[in-house]
């Protein structure tokens, strides 16, 4: 009797320990994908301690020193709690588990793989149960290698799926958009411009990745396309050459070289190669990389490659910035040159000189935010490369609608101005944002945020200073969740404005029917929404 309650508390105690490890490698945005080789490096020590445990366990219980048995379970039990806590605590910021389809395949693996050793302890000889805890730690690695083999096996297959269809059609002409910010507007709007002429496919929403990509190709129909638009991400060195070997693209565009996704990049230097890996491909493939150089890192990557590629600079009308004298002298075409004015009549306005026709191209657009403009700018420049005429480019800029929740205007039902620019925010971004917020002319102003996440070890510091300057722009910050909660408070309070600050720990119906209510005196941004695993 004693031994069958002795293991289901041991089963028990394992289910648990199995919770911890899924919970440590999601919280972490690793869940299966590499979490192996996390286990390796980040579980050495605890395995090491938990196999000397159960051994020390094994052996008294051999020699019949039961109770000393008793009291290293207890002690080995303790050690997994006090793990744990730490994790729980190193990742206070992030939630909920996630029972992802993968983590859902992973803990079947797991249990599976377990019960049979158990079973077979059984059966051979039960002593060996003691060894129960070593057992679980051995068991993960193989559960996380035979998952990583299905993921493998799964990713082949459709890839090599996406890569057949895509031989099917030699003449389709594909685009490559990679950045840290920018580039699913820039990917619209290309798009906008471009479906006049031409019949163009886009992936959609943020279908970025690897396999996200190969969904696309393989669920929809290329009959008769001539340009079909890539969006590529990237969370690690490696990802943008996959994606081009997968679609082979004709033409790049580079918005941006930034500090997003820090915490897997581990650095900046390791994002500035990995946007450049389209650039490689091109340059190596005859194909045209075009960068915006108003980012200082793509302006860097633009001096530095060779082979055929295109600088696009936005310009203030007024300005004699230095980097524009620089651009000239480097013997580029004044048409890749836009100059922007003032907003008129709620409209931004570019203007670009068409060296085809020797005139000025003046567009007009009801899109928010100077980075806006750039974007457009990137967007016509591939379009006019593409043969796209002036006139046609006009009417299509003049259009464009902004993408659902990047800087997307609408009125509440109070009659409150309400900007949602909740998807995927960073630095850049949020401080695009502020100039917005600045040059709009409502008495009170609302701020709704979580701050920006993936910012590795700058994340207080990046949030500290975003806040400080929010605090000077906007009545009101509502904090949500309690992610940056700290970083964002204390920055806010740092810069001693008449700010009213409020903290909420999610992002509720409540929230949004106190917004709807208010009427046409507020501004109301909400600037990110926060990743699944954060929630």
């Not at 309650?5 to 199995?18: E, R, S, W």
């Not at 390796?40 to 019949?64: H, K, R, T």
């Given at each position: ?81 006090y793990l744990f806590w730490n994790i729980k605590k190193y990742n206070y910021q992030k939630n909920k588990l996630k029972y992802t389809q ?434």
């Open positions: 009797m004693i031994e069958i309650i002795a293991f289901i508390g041991l089963l028990t105690t394992i289910l648990i320990l199995q919770k911890i490890h899924i919970y440590y490698f999601q919280m972490n945005r690793y869940e299966i994908k590499t979490s192996y080789k996390m286990l390796l490096s980040n579980y050495l020590i605890d395995f090491v301690i938990i196999g000397l445990i159960d051994i020390l366990n094994y052996l008294l219980y051999i020699n019949e020193y039961n109770t000393a048995c008793i009291v290293i379970g207890i002690v080995a039990i303790v050690y997994k709690i993968r983590v859902l395949r992973w803990i079947g693996i797991l249990i599976s793989i377990y019960l049979i050793a158990i079973l077979l302890i059984i059966l051979l000889d039960y002593k060996y149960i003691h060894l129960s805890l070593l057992i679980f730690e051995i068991v993960n690695l193989i559960g996380i290698t035979i998952s990583k083999l299905i993921e493998y096996i799964y990713e082949i297959k459709y890839k090599n799926a996406a890569i057949k269809k895509l031989s099917n059609y030699p003449n389709l002409k594909v685009i490559g958009i990679t950045g840290s910010y920018g580039k699913t507007s820039v990917k619209q709007y290309l798009y906008s411009i471009l479906q006049n002429d031409y019949i163009v496919k886009a992936t959609p929403m943020s279908y970025n990745t690897l396999m996200g990509v190969c969904k696309y190709i393989n669920g929809t129909s290329l009959d008769n396309v001539n340009y079909l638009i890539v969006e590529m991400g990237a969370v690690r060195k490696g990802d943008i050459a996959k994606l081009c070997r997968l679609v082979h693209p004709d033409i790049g565009i580079i918005t941006s070289i930034g500090n997003q996704h820090l915490d897997t990049f581990g650095s900046v230097d390791n994002i500035y190669k990995t946007k450049n890996e389209l650039a490689d491909y091109l340059m190596d493939n005859n194909g045209v990389v075009i960068y915006n150089i108003n980012d200082k890192k793509c302006y860097k990557a633009w001096n530095e490659y060779n082979g055929h590629k295109i600088g696009v600079y936005v310009i203030n009308n007024n300005s004699n910035d230095i980097n524009y004298a620089i651009y000239c002298e480097n013997g580029e075409t004044n048409d890749n040159i836009y100059k922007y004015y003032k907003m008129q009549n709620n409209k931004q306005n570019l203007s670009y000189y068409d060296i085809s026709t020797n005139k000025v191209v003046y567009l007009s657009t009801m899109l928010l935010g100077e980075h806006n403009l750039q974007n457009v700018a990137l967007a016509v420049t591939c379009a006019r490369l593409l043969g796209i005429d002036s006139a046609s480019v006009v009417r299509s800029v003049a259009s464009l609608k902004a993408v659902d929740n990047r800087l997307q205007p609408k009125i509440g039902p109070g009659g409150a101005l309400i900007i949602m620019d909740a998807y995927n925010s960073n630095e850049f971004s949020f401080g695009a944002m502020l100039k917005v917020a600045k040059d709009i002319d409502k008495p009170i102003k609302i701020l709704i945020t979580p701050g920006v996440v993936d910012m590795g070890n700058e994340q207080y510091d990046i949030n500290y200073r975003l806040a400080a300057l929010s605090a000077n722009i906007f009545n009101e910050i509502w904090i949500i969740n309690k992610v940056n909660k700290y970083a964002l408070l204390e920055g806010a309070n740092s810069s001693n404005a008449d700010c009213i600050i409020k903290t909420y720990d999610t992002l509720d119906k409540n929230i949004f029917s106190s917004v709807n209510e208010l009427d046409d005196k507020f501004l109301v941004i909400f600037e990110n929404d926060l990743p699944d695993t954060y929630k």
